[in-house]
């Protein structure tokens, strides 16, 4: 079957840290893969996405890279902000399961000024 | 345009209720999805619309009964519900569903908060 495993949290960095999430995965065919962000109180915003090995998706500062050969999508920011403090939730969807995506558990950011 | 609308913002019903939660697209959309979060955990998938048809029911009560009057348009019925429903519930949107060349990028509203009494 699919599954996505996220680095656990809670992550706390002070402002202007780097920001590491690592998210490996399995999959059964070629997957799709994305990141999403849910800020507190609120639902989920696609943050950046992947359809295939090598490609590289990027969105507000944060990118993430699909890397076939480790089955990862570690999402990375050079500089993060109080403002970026939210829920961040790896995923993929697999066109052989076609409506179900497979969601990471969540990795909880938390930015201090 | 990337937004999907839900609403209302914030429910709370008793367990004899009969209440109905709302999701609108106007992104010409062909499949919709309901999701459950509990707090803390990633989202539950419920239901799935194709092309206005039922194409997925995750073994969901039947408590709960969705409806997709048309395109653009989503319902979540609720009668009888139970105080561990009480929950987000999400309504995305994409495209279509994944296909061979296509890819199922959903886009998410930003949730009714349901609390059964």
């Known amino acids: 079957g699919n599954s996505v495993t996220q680095m656990e949290g809670p992550v706390t960095l002070s402002e202007e840290a780097f920001l590491t999430i690592n998210c490996t995965y399995t999959?059964?065919?070629?997957?799709?893969l994305f990141w999403y962000v849910q800020y507190p109180g609120e639902g989920l915003q696609l943050l950046l996405k992947?359809?295939?090995?090598?490609d590289k998706g990027s969105n507000k500062g944060f990118e993430a890279t699909y890397r076939k050969e480790t089955t990862s999508f570690h999402l990375e920011k050079g500089s993060v902000q109080v403002s970026d403090s939210a829920v961040y939730f790896c995923?993929?969807?697999?066109?052989?399961?076609?409506?179900?995506?497979?969601f990471g558990d969540g990795t909880t950011l938390t930015v201090k000024p | 345009d990337t937004e999907v609308t839900q609403t209302p913002k914030h429910l709370v019903m008793g367990m004899t209720n009969k209440k109905s939660l709302k999701c609108e697209q106007h992104?010409?959309?062909?499949?919709m999805y309901w999701y459950k979060q509990k707090a803390k955990k990633p989202p539950e998938l419920m239901f799935v619309y194709s092309y206005e048809k039922l194409s997925i029911n995750e073994s969901v009560p039947s408590r709960f009964s969705p409806e997709c009057p048309n395109s653009s348009l989503l319902n979540l019925h609720l009668h009888a519900l139970q105080p561990e429903d009480s929950a987000l519930y999400l309504c995305?949107?994409?495209?279509?569903?994944?296909?061979?060349?296509?890819?199922?990028?959903?886009?998410f509203g930003p949730g009714t908060r349901l609390t059964v009494l």
């Open positions: 999959a059964t065919g070629y997957p799709s």
């Open positions: 995305a949107s994409s495209q279509e569903l994944a296909g061979p060349i296509s890819t199922d990028t959903q886009y």
């Open positions: 992947a359809t295939k090995a090598d």
């Open positions: 992104m010409g959309h062909r499949a």
């Open positions: 995923a993929l969807s697999v066109n052989t399961n076609a409506g179900k995506s497979t």
